[in-house]
């Protein structure tokens, strides 16, 4: 089966192009926040994913560079965070592995929550010069969803890096849309759910 494999795609939800088009460039975070969070909420709304949404910004402009939302149980892959997404079509809209690299523009990832294992991992590859996240691992990890192993110390971690991290921009906002995706019972995929 594997050799058949030419191409490694994904699906992105209909709805996201149009919900792209709503917003409007701006430098200040809590803005770039709460479209991230309207995106959260509408991957709920529209049963395409996990109550989570990344974006990559340009830092000076505000530009909106790419819009993710989770996708691990639309698109059956453990891997697609709305981080990851983000990133990855971040990078596909530069040309470049590096959003850091000579010649770019600062870029900034913007997420609904602070970033599990998976996604840390993932953030001081992607050349992101600042983090800014809503809820917090705690409140992600008390409506049922694993966020691995992290470093206990993540921020000082990416701060030593040179990677510049804001949190708890509009905290209580992002828990909201954790408490609707528990409260119409959205699916928690945690791996071996039936043995935890």
Aim: net charge negative; with cysteine; glycine share 8%.
């Amino acid at each position: 089966m594997a050799e058949n494999l030419e191409k490694f795609c994904i699906e992105l939800p209909s709805w996201l192009p149009t919900f792209n088009r709503q917003y409007t460039p701006s430098s200040e975070i809590n803005d770039q926040m709460q479209f991230v969070l309207k995106a959260a909420h509408e991957n709920v709304a529209q049963n395409t994913g996990g109550p989570f949404a990344a974006a990559v910004f340009e830092t000076e402009s505000g530009k909106l560079v790419s819009l993710g939302v989770n996708l691990v149980t639309s698109q059956q892959l453990s891997i697609l965070h709305a981080e990851i997404v983000a990133l990855s079509l971040a990078q596909r809209e530069i040309g470049a592995y590096d959003l850091g690299g000579s010649g770019q523009p600062h870029h900034q990832l913007v997420t609904s929550s602070e970033p599990c294992a998976m996604c840390f991992g993932a953030i001081p590859w992607s050349g992101v010069t600042r983090v800014i996240t809503g809820s917090r691992d705690s409140d992600v990890r008390a409506i049922g969803f694993d966020e691995g192993p992290k470093l206990k110390d993540w921020q000082s971690a990416l701060t030593s890096r040179g990677i510049q991290v804001i949190p708890d921009v509009a905290r209580s906002d992002a828990i909201h849309v954790l408490e609707v995706y528990r409260q119409q019972g959205g699916h928690l995929y945690n791996s071996r759910e039936s043995t935890q």
